[in-house]
């Protein structure tokens, strides 16, 4: 079953479509994992604390959403020992029936992006299918021939991509606005062309769009023009989108979009009107609110 | 001293502004390294062949060019193993006296931006400075805000960034010269800008570009536009420009662009018109002239 299909599957066995970012930011973590932010610490000894961190994450995603999106950058800065608490985090999700998507932003070109590709989502280099992920975010900045060798890579693993193309920062619109028209609407033009050889039974494609929640105005208009591409939300929680921005973004049923926080949830116990004190209680907490208000969002846009 | 210094320096020490490529890309390996495209043969030996083709690469770049451009695709490839892989290769380049350019084309937003910029830059989190790059490769697309962590990493650690400006794919175009005026423009803009904070003794800053040596059209004007910009030049030999397409890249005196070649120099020995049979006789015999080649365009636009 290719990624549209396990993605919908997995929206509606979950009933809802919110995905838990996992972005173990070193500096954020409750106290009980503090060895992670200790620069005199053994590596070993501060990933160690980091896998564990991860691993209660994903013991929370587990069963309450379809899928966990970890974040590379903060696995990468372990090296060795990060990349190593990366495939453990992924294969932990598997088990636990998570979809998992990668949020590595990688681009190349030819042979180069085919082994970024296969990296991330093939597996059989790592000889353990558990840890390829099911999508990776991608960008699309070298241009539709650099993308190509990620779909190669989709046709074969059964995979999925999630093109970048308007992320929720404030000074994404400089670039990926620039022209008339603008940027977006020509990489959205190319999403679409690529994605409709690569549909789902559930005729949705394997060529998903990252549409910052954040960019509320343009995503009605996204959604026009993309009506069979899966759309990876961040920006909610924490970057300050609500989910009325996010509306527009689902097709009938409230299918085909996926909501993401990461440290609005994970980090929740930080905040102020946070009632309860232990970090897990205030991170299970602040996941069942959003997906109670996500549902919400989507089943009035049925 | 930071990295535009250390750059200059090394150019003028190696006399020529030549890098050379580490794309450990398996299927082109010479047959003594056959191990590693082996799926079946455990991941460690596989990766233990790479990492001795790499480090026949840097030995035969130490004292003849000024730095290194490893290639992080092939080695994320491996996983864990091809993290440590990594950073043995970064190692071993640093202690042969090589700059290394970490070819990683990373791109993400405030903290984690930072982590990626901490993760390749910054070297503490290993206990290693050895194993940070000198600088590394970051896509522009998600705009200016998105590179300032990347900024302030290099304003600690001295370090160095070239921007994706002008990739050397024929796909590139569609969204690299979008718009009027065309957005590689605007992007040049914004290296400049950043780049005027940063800037070394020798008058070149640590915010560099790339512009691939195959957009010879746009060189001389993207050149006009950055003055101050270190160019990081891709796309010479195997993807078929030549010296006198890279020419207006350089700065009077020669100074101001690095000229790549990957695949054309390690993998030298896969070509017809190569005399010699063993691959590292073909690949010493590519470099040579390749740097003579990129010698005179250099000393040409002096």
């Known amino acids: 079953m290719i990624f549209p299909d396990r993605l919908d599957q997995s929206i509606a066995r979950a009933g809802n479509p919110c995905v838990l970012g996992i972005d173990p930011h070193v500096a954020l973590l409750p106290d009980e994992f503090a060895v992670a ?29 379809p899928a966990v999106k970890p974040q590379s950058a903060f696995f990468e800065l372990f090296g060795s020992d990060g990349a190593l608490a990366w495939e453990r985090v992924i ?10 998507i990668g949020d590595v932003k990688r681009a190349d070109i030819a042979s180069t992006a085919a082994a970024y590709a296969q990296a991330h989502l093939g597996g059989d280099a790592h000889g353990d299918a558990r840890i390829a992920c099911d999508a990776i975010t991608v960008s699309p900045f070298l241009g539709a021939d650099a993308l190509e060798p990620f779909l190669d ?15 929720s920062n404030p000074g994404a619109v400089e670039i990926q606005a620039h022209g008339v ?22 005729g949705l ?12 105005k343009e995503i009605a208009g996204l959604r026009n023009l993309l009506p069979r591409t899966p759309f990876l939300m961040p920006g909610y929680g924490a970057q300050g989108a609500s989910s009325a921005d996010i509306a527009a973004a689902f097709l009938p049923g409230g299918r085909g979009a996926l909501v993401n926080s990461s440290r609005g949830v994970a980090f929740a116990f930080r905040e102020r009107s946070t009632t309860t004190h232990h970090w897990k209680d205030a991170a299970c907490l602040a ?9 919400a969002a989507a089943k009035a846009a049925s």
């Open 205 to 216: 494609s394997s060529v998903g769009a990252v549409v910052g929640a954040t960019n509320r």
């Open 287 to 295: 996941l069942d609110r959003m997906i109670a208000d996500v549902r």
């Open 91 to 100: 294969a932990r999700a598997h088990d636990a029936g998570l979809l998992v």
């Open 181 to 202: 028209p603008p940027l977006f609407e020509r990489i959205a033009a190319t999403i679409d062309a690529l994605g409709r050889e690569l549909l789902g039974a559930c």
């Open 153 to 167: 890579t989709c046709r074969r693993s059964g995979g999925g991509v999630f093109v970048l193309l308007r992320t």
């Open 37 to 65: 932010r200790e620069p005199s610490a053994p590596r070993g000894e501060r990933v160690a604390a980091i896998t564990a961190f991860c691993a209660e994450l994903v013991d929370l995603a587990a069963g309450r959403v």
